[in-house]
């Protein structure tokens, strides 16, 4: 049965960074886009960046656009989620899922895999 983790999360003073980590288990992640989202406490989830596969096409949300970067490692089944130049408006729990929040993609058989969530406090 396949799976994602996210790690990589914590607190961290505004103007630090963070690298976040997606790990797939169970499937084959090189044929899927893997995108991240948050959800603030009071909030809705949204879409903060995604890749896609094969060709690795990078998308991200305006609020992220130029302190975060997206990549992915097929060999190591991960996608790596680089956050700097934080805000507190950044504190969230993240999430990575096999779709991404800006573009269409496949969709495994079995449905969309999401991860359990990781925290990013940032605070000083």
């Known amino acids: 049965q396949g799976q994602l983790v996210e790690s990589g999360g914590g607190l961290v003073q505004p103007g630090g960074s963070l690298r976040l980590a997606c790990t797939a288990s169970g499937f084959t992640l090189d044929y899927y886009a893997v995108g991240w989202f948050r959800q603030a406490p009071g909030k809705e989830r949204e879409g903060v960046s995604c890749i896609e596969g094969y060709y690795g096409t990078t998308y991200y949300a305006d609020s992220v656009r130029g302190r975060f970067t997206i990549s992915r490692d097929d060999a190591k089944s991960t996608v790596f989620l680089q956050l700097s130049s934080l805000k507190s408006e950044d504190t969230a729990v993240y999430y990575c899922?096999?779709?991404?929040?800006?573009?269409?993609?496949?969709?495994?058989?079995?449905?969309?895999?999401w991860g359990q969530g990781t925290q990013v406090t940032v605070s000083s």
């Open positions: 899922a096999t779709k991404c929040p800006f573009a269409p993609g496949l969709v495994p058989p079995t449905g969309h895999y």
